[in-house]
């Protein structure tokens, strides 16, 4: 399994994610038109490990998760299960997870120019690519 879908997989999963995101967890972009709260992930950064006798099969890098919603509570409700969920996470091709930073802000909905809340939180990650 990849790091992405292992992320995605987890958060589907986790009980206090599903409750407040059902299944409107994915990467990249939300859908258009498809219902909020939900959380978007991106990779804003990986490079391969290096060595001294070359790649060491582990990357690290930078995963900015954004938990929105039609409410500020609601944003940051899904924030603080998302953090429950994988801070500290060490599993399968994922050697470990840290919440690094987070912040606030809105935006207009494109789809309707109502406001959404936002909490972007960067996570340091390390994993191994199969």
């Known amino acids: 399994m990849t790091m992405e879908r292992l992320l995605r997989a987890r958060l589907r999963a986790d009980p206090g994610v599903a409750a407040l995101a059902g299944e409107r967890v994915n990467w990249d972009a939300h859908p258009q038109g498809a219902p909020r709260p939900a959380l978007v992930l991106h990779l804003i950064a990986g490079a391969p490990g ?64 109502t406001w959404l809340y936002r909490v972007s939180m960067d996570f340091s990650a390390t994993w191994r690519e199969r």
Do not use: F, H, Y
Request: hydrophobic share 40%; charged share 30%; aromatic share 4%.
């Open 50 to 113: 290096r060595t001294l006798t070359g790649p060491d099969g582990l990357w690290t890098g930078r995963i900015q998760i954004d938990a929105w919603a039609r409410e500020r509570a609601g944003a940051g409700a899904l924030a603080r299960a998302t953090i429950a969920c994988l801070n500290g996470l060490s599993e399968s091709v994922i050697r470990g997870l840290w919440l690094d930073s987070q912040r606030r802000d809105r935006a207009a909905d494109p789809d309707d120019k």
